[in-house]
Nanobody, 116 residues
Framework: QVQLVDSGGGLVQPGGSLTLSCAAS????????MRWFRQAPGKERELVAD????????SYADSVKGRFTISRENAKNTVYLQMNSLKPDDTAVYYC?????????WGQGTQVTVSS
């Protein structure tokens, strides 16, 4: 069965960095677009970044452009989100996502808290 396992969150000071990872299994990872979403308390889940199956095209929400980088290692069935220059507004639970046969699959989420 499809499984996505998110990791790498934590508490970081403003201006700091974190790298999130999402380990995938149960499907042919290299065939699918992968996405990172986030959800802050009281807000809707929002798309942060996505990356095509080969990694050739990446896109970002305006709020993270220039600070976050999405990447993937198809040999390791893993997608990453490198987050730099973190701000308090980046505080949220971060989820990786795969859409397979019109169904969305989600990781369990990893908490990122940006605070001094």
């Amino acid at each position: 069965q499809v499984q996505l396992v998110d990791s790498g969150g934590g508490l970081v000071q403003p201006g700091g960095s974190l790298t999130l990872s999402c380990a995938a299994s149960g499907f042919t990872f290299s065939n699918y677009v992968m996405r990172w979403f986030r959800q802050a308390p009281g807000k809707e889940r929002e798309l942060v970044a996505d990356i095509t199956s080969t990694g050739g095209t990446r896109s970002y929400a305006d709020s993270v452009k220039g600070r976050f980088t999405i990447s993937r290692e198809n040999a390791k069935n893993t997608v990453y989100l490198q987050m730099n220059s973190l701000k308090p507004d980046d505080t949220a639970v971060y989820y990786c996502n795969a859409r397979i046969s019109r169904r969305d699959y989600w990781g369990q989420g990893t908490q990122v808290t940006v605070s001094s």
